[in-house]
């Protein structure tokens, strides 16, 4: 079945530190890829997407790219802040009725 | 903008218990998904409707069971509680075609002691 792999965690970079969590999936056609975010109590989000292969997602300075070459849509970030501190999860959607697939999670903290 | 809409926000019942989580989606939105997210873990999927009928079935035990009404709301009814069912329970809607991002509710967050 559909599976998405995620870097453990937790990170821990310093403020403007550059900032990359890998995510690598296994699925069957082709799906459409995101990163949600989960800041401290509260819901997921959605941090940004990517529908096909060679799509570039970007967000409030978060960027990644889907590469179905090597089946990857890795998150990165310039210059991280304090307030990026959340938990990253990597998720994917197939085709049809299909649920949206999680990753494990990356917990990132950025200090001051 | 409208968003999910999930109630309660929190939820404390005991051992045995039975607890009613709502989940009203985004209007015009004709997907519901429940998914279940322990402490420290990812969200799993547990149940899934469209158009008020049931789509897709992840890992919901058998003491739970959902339906979606006339108006698209979702209920999960959760039934002989166990200390393990304390959770983050998100519901998140879209449309299906094309099948895009999921909209999140807040979550319901379940204690069970």
């Known amino acids: 079945g559909d599976s998405v792999t995620q870097m453990e965690g937790p990170v821990t970079l310093s403020e403007e530190a550059f900032l990359t969590i890998n995510c690598t999936y296994t699925?069957?056609?082709?799906?459409?890829l995101f990163w949600y975010v989960q800041y401290p109590g509260e819901g997921l989000q959605l941090l940004l997407k990517a529908t096909k292969a060679d799509d570039k997602g970007s967000n409030k300075g978060f960027e990644a790219t889907y590469r179905k070459e090597t089946t990857s849509f890795h998150l990165e970030k310039g210059s991280v802040q304090v307030s990026d501190s959340a938990v990253y999860f990597c998720a994917l959607l197939n085709s049809g009725n299909t649920p949206l697939v999680f990753g494990k999670g990356t917990r990132l903290s950025v200090i001051a | 903008a409208a968003g999910v809409i999930q109630s309660p926000r929190h939820l404390i019942k005991e051992k045995r218990e039975t607890a009613t989580l709502k989940c009203y989606p985004i209007p015009r939105h004709d997907t519901v998904y429940w998914y279940q997210q322990g402490p420290g873990q990812d969200p799993q999927f547990l149940i899934s409707?469209?158009?008020?009928?049931?789509?897709d079935k992840g890992s919901i035990p058998d003491r739970f069971s959902a339906q979606q009404f006339s108006d698209y709301h979702s209920e999960l009814n959760m039934s002989s509680l166990e200390l393990g069912d304390s959770a983050l329970y998100f519901c998140a809607s879209s449309l299906r075609d094309p099948p895009e991002k999921l909209f999140f509710g807040s979550g319901t967050q379940l204690s069970v002691l």
């Open positions: 409707f469209y158009e008020k009928m049931q789509s």
């Open positions: 699925a069957t056609g082709y799906p459409s």
